[in-house]
């Protein structure tokens, strides 16, 4: 009996670190710096798709404004041709013409500038597309490597849970079935710590101080001994102490 006991203890011990490994598995840090990162270029790709956007429409408003400027300089043109070639004109004819020209050389001036903002403007938002572009690269590529990662790790969970089934598989096979039949259910019944160790006078487990009799029964009685507040099956090892 004391060698099945060992190996109940065994058990559960193999038991309870397959639970870890499975809960470990659900959550791999790579899967949540994965996903938080798959947003923030996700978000970088809107805005990217809006600078584009805004984009065209600067490069719409740039060809507007340069065509305004050729009309109007076609214009100034025309008008500085006729005002110096042909000298025919009334003197209030003249004025006009001069004041026309005036202003005219003033839209240009206003024109020019307009252009130049818009040329600065597009030229940011081609820095701000560009880096954002950069950015989205980086990430899918960092994606990538943390998915390799991550099925790596999910491997190495799987092989440990696999190589755990097995020895778990293999000593119940060599238990006797009504006392592997009454672990399963105290295992049940004390979220999966069916046995105690013994520490000094106390149940491991539940921390009560136990009969000096029962104690004794523990270590030398080849009966199954249970902790009467906790109902754990009570294990000890001499060679255990300095756990
Ligand atoms: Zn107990």
Redesign the pocket.
Known sequence: MKEHIQRLWYLQEQALRKEKLIKEKGKSPYIEKMALLKERANKAEQQQQRATKKLQQIKQSLHKAEMNMRMIEDEKNTLEHQLYENGHFHAKELLQMEKRLQDMKESILKEEDNTLMIMEKKEEIEQYADKLVIFIEQATTKCVEWQGKCEEQQKFINDEIAIINKEIDAIEDHMPEALLADFKKRSVQSQGKAI?KLKDDF?G??G?QLPSSLVQRVKSSSQLQI?N??G?ILYWKAENVDE
């Open positions: 105690a149940c487990e539940c009560i902790c507040n906790c754990r």
